[in-house]
């Protein structure tokens, strides 16, 4: 008699420990840490090539933006046609120090002079922004279109009309 009270407590004992292990609470995996105080994003991109072949890009960062460690500007010059679904393929990579483009006391608006390696009509261009936090993934605006008046409307594209202040 003994001996069967003994084998059920073992029994549900043994069955109350595999339904605690395989059961968890749910999430599968070590733990995340929550990155979204960190983070930051670009808005009211725009840019502009000057007479001289200089690009001028100017933006904003959104959240986090104190977090901005470094940026880098993306440059593609535009042989031949553009075609919308082409692939983003810079050729020219520039790094920004992000102590060295504010332009607003706050911090947030910032404006980028360049003078791209391979001179073209028309640019292809984004912008790459790296966290202070290492494990934070790194920012990537949407691709842009820059270029003079004459490249646009040989594509065949809407002259943009800079925005009025």
């Known amino acids: 008699m003994m001996k069967a009270s003994i084998r059920k407590t073992s029994a549900v004992v043994l069955l109350m420990l595999c339904v605690a292990v395989f059961a968890g609470c749910g999430v599968k995996g070590a733990p995340r840490p929550d990155h ?8 009211e991109l725009s840019g502009v090539l000057e007479g001289d072949g200089v690009v001028i890009i100017d933006g ?7 977090n901005a460690d ?3 500007l993306q440059m ?13 393929l810079p050729q020219d990579q520039f790094r920004i120090d992000t102590r060295d483009i504010w332009e607003d006391g706050d911090g947030s608006t910032f404006s980028v002079i360049y003078s ?4 073209a009509d028309m640019y292809r261009w984004r912008m790459v922004g790296y966290n202070v936090y290492a494990g934070v993934a790194p920012v990537v605006s949407d691709v842009q279109t820059v270029g003079s008046e004459s490249a646009y409307v040989e594509q065949g594209m809407p002259v943009p009309v800079p925005p009025v202040e």
């Open 36 to 43: 979204s105080r960190d983070l930051f994003g670009f808005s």
């Open 60 to 66: 904003k960062l959104t959240g986090a933006f104190q």
């Open 70 to 72: 470094y940026l880098i």
């Open 76 to 88: 593609q010059p535009v042989d031949g046609e553009l075609c919308a679904g082409c692939p983003f």
């Open 116 to 119: 791209p390696l391979f001179r």
